[in-house]
């Protein structure tokens, strides 16, 4: 379908070395767009770039530190000089930081607000600037549940910068809509990347309490977000702007004392299976 043909667009995608980052430049690149991968992890990014190319897409790959507003501008020079535009920006990568609140040190909360809000202005500010000038682009932000809600355990930080990146997503979109470019914000619940298996190693009952809020009844898959990217990448969301998306299997829509379905047919079922005793 020609809605969703990103043939001729260049995007920008930071995090493109592994996870819902490395989902999104593939699924652009299937799409027909030519791609810029960002990554600390530049051999990722590369391996990313190598299956992009067999595509016959054209890459350009950058260890660009997305938390430093000035690499981020040379990083958009490099863009410009190999591609010429940027029709979209996947606003991926970014650290945050688990601490309790009473513990939580002020040089670690700058840090994290560095990371994810301030790096994320800037590259929404340098993509958006060439999208402006062109009349027509996209910004697809990453941020959390943790925008909306709140998670605890240790998530202050976090939870505070994606607060953050979410009504920054709005400001955007209110400013620059009328001149042609789109600003969304997708937030998703837990997406499976090596952090996360990591604490669910170290915790055996993390998946399962994390289950116990999504009524799809399984975790996020960094694929989940393909289908979403070309759709906000292309002209088929060319009225969608200012957004704030769920992508969470349903965890946003289920109240808090809610029973997902997944879990309540395992209760019947148990209930079915047990044996009968004497007695009421």
């Not at 535009?85 to 513990?103: K, M, S």
């Not at 355990?153 to 809509?177: F, K, P």
Request: glycine share 12%; with cysteine.
């Amino acid at each position: 379908m020609n809605l969703f043909d990103l043939s001729g667009k260049v995007a920008v995608v930071s995090g493109a070395a592994q996870g819902m980052g490395q989902a999104t430049a593939l699924a652009l690149a299937n799409a027909g767009a030519d791609v810029a991968l960002v990554d600390r992890n530049l051999n990722g990014a590369n391996a990313t770039a190598a299956e992009i190319q067999r595509l016959g897409r054209k890459t350009l790959t950058s260890d660009c530190n997305v938390s430093d507003p000035v690499s981020i501008a040379a990083l958009f020079r490099q863009v410009d000089a190999q591609f010429g535009r940027v029709d979209f920006l996947g606003n991926i990568a970014g650290d945050g930081h688990l601490a309790r609140p009473e513990d939580l040190t002020i040089e670690d909360l700058h840090r994290v607000l560095q990371n994810l809000v301030v790096g994320r202005f800037a590259m929404c500010q340098e993509a958006g600037r060439r999208m402006l000038a062109q009349g027509r682009g996209s910004i697809m932000n990453i941020g959390s549940l943790a925008s909306t809600t709140a998670l605890g355990r240790g998530h202050i930080a976090y939870s505070m910068a994606m607060g953050a990146v979410v009504q920054m997503t709005r400001e955007l979109s209110t400013e620059w809509s009328h001149r042609g470019v789109r600003v969304n914000c997708v937030t998703p619940a837990q997406v499976i990347n090596p952090s996360l298996t990591a604490r669910m190693e170290q915790d055996s009952t993390l998946e399962g309490r994390f289950l116990k809020g999504i009524p799809a009844g399984r975790l996020g898959k960094p694929s989940d977000i393909m289908g979403l990217a070309v759709l906000l990448a292309s002209d088929a969301s060319e009225w969608i702007t200012g957004a704030i998306i769920p992508m969470d299997g349903g965890n946003m829509a289920m109240n808090a004392g809610g029973t997902p379905g997944h879990q309540l047919a395992a209760v019947q079922s148990f209930r079915a299976e047990a044996p009968k005793t004497g007695g009421s």
